[in-house]
């Protein structure tokens, strides 16, 4: 079973790591995955051996809180009722979390405040001539004590969990602030209440940890608005909807529109669910679901999405699909999934997350010993260079820097049509060296038409009335297109009294007292049908036009050729040119034979043909291109390229395809224009460039910041990294990976001709 839950109280990518691990040990556990930046956790385990009441308190005995209710089976709804987002619930948690930082930012700043003014004395006394009485003295420490004490109290989270985090082995972010803050406080109370002598620093703690909530609350504010292609989806989600039943028109709630429901819609309100369009006409902006600005024209037959706006006249359809099954739910599905899922690259920072903190306790360890025991220099000094090294390092900003860029990335996806199901598709999608397209209905548009009719020894509707007999059951498009063609010329059809489909060759009927085989070359000659030199000279010159050419043979042998032609989509051309300037290859794969191919190939643009494929063998093909070292991408639309979408490194399906071949691809493109092919590799192309990016940042702060806390520069100039401006850098260097990745909302795709 695979479920998702919501995790608050995470301060950092090693939290995470550390709920990871305490998640897999526990017993029918066999994956866990936690995401930072979206506070998820998603879990495949086996229900009969582990439930959720233990994943909850595997959790709160690290610290942390759960909230069972985001489950995404609860939250997903039913097929009838309408999909409550896990983002509703997570919106509500960090709302929740929001509140609760500011409300602890405004206390800890009102009890900091006077904390510093009675600090002041103490802090001028080496500067300015004064002489305090002792019991002045005094009483201002006991006073800040009281204060900072109270301000851990509002903070005492990090406490809580932190020293959890220790005592568990599991350290995490708040085991350093702990640390870090705790010793600046304890060696201030055990200067205060006179055990040692020295100087009170009441001060550090208080602005420490204010500094440290400050950057936590301007975290979440900006962790919020990574997910606002989400919350766009969520608000196109109708309230209600107008039906008419029993001859009676009413507005229900959308949780009571049923399957089979006639709705009406009046111009400008928003569509309700999916359905069939059965009487009236309008023009629908569904820029919100594909991307295309031009609204879209619907008519009596017309296909209409629910949560898209109809702009001008009124009409009603029937509800086809409600609740959980709408495309709209399908879509937040796919984008909440996407956000949720790691990418490759965020292996690294997690695994260097997971020892980070470990590491700065050690080497905050080894600065103290350094400076108090070798360099000989005072207890205050080597302190404040072990709490600057503690409070400086930030897993933060190395754990949210590939979610928010994935979710800013997915979310621009799905604002552009473009749908990418795993944060891996996402990152990998640029990389590929050839992009495979299949053919029919991926470069074509799938509705083949009869283009020429020769005939043997009989006239052509006689030919043609035994090619449509004999396909009249068949499945295949260039079957029906025969049939459609016998019809539309009037020509009478005969019920087959047999029939045999042979895939990748052609189809064997019976009808009356004829058999007849449709199909290409090979299967002439499996079956024994002898094919003569007319015959294949007027093959050859139809297939250099590019058109697909079916032999008509019976028991006299061949007696005539159907060509059909698959008309090419309109923008499928300058896609293939367009991705060939960005430096991929392009190949296409066909069951057609090498010469049709090429034709096809070279209106399309295409590189590299991939002739006489089977339908069964589309796989094998991917299969061999991988192994002479190429990372392929796949695009395909049918219930026989589901294998090959799986086996590519990236499998596109276009959206108007087959349910089989969406489920089994890593990306969707909602509009089934290969235009967004190109739309897909840019945003991936970009998005992993803002990954590098906020990585880079990362690493390079803690890179240089950790080095200069431990004292690097003090022996060359003096320069000791203040504790206080230790702990605001470190707030804010997670604040500045996701103010970068926000930067991603203003990406556009370029504009199509």
């Known amino acids: 079973m695979k479920k998702t839950i919501l995790v608050s109280g995470m301060d950092c990518a090693s939290c995470a790591m550390n709920i990871e691990r305490r998640l897999r040990k526990l017993n029918g556990v066999k994956e866990a995955n936690v995401n930072f930046a979206t506070n998820r956790a998603t879990l495949v385990y086996d229900e009969r051996k582990v439930g959720m009441k233990d994943f909850k308190d595997a959790i709160e005995r690290l610290g942390y809180a759960t909230d069972i209710g985001g489950d995404v089976e609860l939250a997903r709804g039913s097929k009838h009722k309408p999909m409550e987002s896990l983002e509703d619930k997570e919106k509500a948690m960090r709302e929740k979390e929001s509140r609760d930082l500011r409300r602890r930012l405004s206390l800890s700043i009102a009890l900091t405040m006077p904390v510093l003014l009675l600090a002041l004395p103490d802090m001028l ?56 803050v705790g010793t600046a406080y304890l060696y201030s109370a055990a200067v205060g209440f006179g055990f040692i002598a020295g100087g009170v620093y009441y001060e550090t703690a208080a602005l420490l940890l204010t500094f440290i909530v400050l950057g936590k609350y301007l975290e979440a504010s900006a962790k919020g608005k990574t997910s606002e292609a989400i919350k766009k989806l969520i608000g196109l989600q109708p309230k209600t909807a107008r039906i008419e039943r029993n001859g009676k028109e009413m507005e229900i709630g959308i949780d009571e529109v049923a399957v089979g429901d006639i709705v009406l819609v009046r ?72 956000q949720g899922s790691k990418a490759p690259i965020q292996r690294l920072a997690d695994s260097v997350a997971g020892y980070f903190v470990q590491a700065v306790i050690a080497l905050a360890a080894v600065a103290f010993i350094y400076w108090y025991f070798i360099a000989q220099q005072s207890l205050v000094f080597s302190l404040s260079v072990m709490v600057a090294t503690l409070i400086i390092a930030c897993p933060c900003a190395m754990g949210l820097a590939t979610p928010t860029a994935v979710m800013i990335g997915t979310g621009k996806g799905a604002e552009n049509g473009v749908l990418f199901k795993r944060a891996e598709a996402l990152e990998n999608l640029h990389k590929a060296d050839i992009i495979v397209f299949d053919k029919t209905g991926t470069i074509t548009r799938g509705d083949a038409v009869v283009t020429d009719i020769v005939a043997f020894g009989m006239e052509e509707k006689e030919l043609l009335k035994i090619a449509a007999s004999a396909e009249m059951r068949s499945e295949h498009h260039m079957g029906q297109a025969i049939v459609r063609e016998a019809k539309e010329r009037k020509v009478r059809i005969s019920e087959p009294t047999r029939f045999e489909a042979i895939p990748g060759h052609g189809v064997e009927a019976t009808f009356g007292k004829m058999r007849a085989l449709v199909g290409n070359a090979s299967l002439m000659k499996k079956k024994g049908v002898r094919v003569d030199e007319s015959a294949l000279r007027a093959m050859n010159e139809l297939e250099i036009e590019g058109k697909t050419v079916v032999m008509v043979a019976t028991g006299r042998g061949v007696a005539g050729l159907v060509a059909i032609a698959d008309t090419m989509k309109e923008h499928s051309r300058g896609a293939i040119e367009a991705l060939g300037k960005m430096g991929y290859q392009t190949a296409m794969i066909t069951g057609d034979n090498e010469r049709t191919a090429m034709a096809i190939a070279g209106q399309a643009g295409i590189d590299r043909v991939l002739a006489h494929v089977l339908p069964e063998d589309k796989v094998n093909e991917v299969k061999r291109l991988q192994k002479e070292g190429k990372m392929v991408v796949f695009v395909g639309d049918g219930v026989n390229d589901a294998p090959a979408l799986a086996q590519a490194d990236v499998g596109v399906a276009i959206g108007a395809g087959t349910d089989v071949a969406i489920e089994s691809a890593d990306v969707v493109l909602v509009k089934s224009d290969l235009r967004d092919i190109v739309t897909a590799v840019k945003l991936s192309r970009y998005s992993l460039d803002k990954i590098k990016q906020n ?6 702060y803690n890179a240089i910041g950790i080095p200069v806390a431990m004292g690097a520069l003090y022996p060359f100039t003096g320069f000791l990294l203040n504790p206080v401006v230790a702990g605001a850098a470190m707030a804010f260097s997670s604040v500045s990976v996701v103010s970068n990745s926000l930067l991603m909302r203003g990406w556009r795709p370029a504009t199509r001709k």
């Open 125 to 180: 006394r080496g500067a300015v001539a004064l002489d305090y009485p002792e019991f002045f003295v005094i009483h201002m420490a006991a006073l800040q004590f009281i204060l900072t004490t109270l301000i851990l109290y509002i903070n005492r989270d990090f406490f809580t969990r932190g020293i959890r985090g220790l005592l568990e082995r599991m350290p995490g972010m708040d085991s350093l602030v702990a640390l870090g």
């Open 267 to 338: 111009p400008g309100e928003r569509i309700a669910v999916d359905g069939t369009v059965i009487d009236g006409m309008s023009s629908v902006d569904e820029s919100m679901i594909t991307g295309e600005s031009i609204p879209a024209h619907k008519h009596k037959g017309e296909t209409v999405i629910g949560g898209t706006i109809n702009r001008t006249g009124s009409f009603r359809f029937r509800a086809t699909r409600v609740g959980s099954e709408t495309m709209l739910a399908q879509i937040i599905r796919l984008v909440e999934d996407a």
């Open 695 to 700: 990585l880079f940042w990362a690493f390079f």
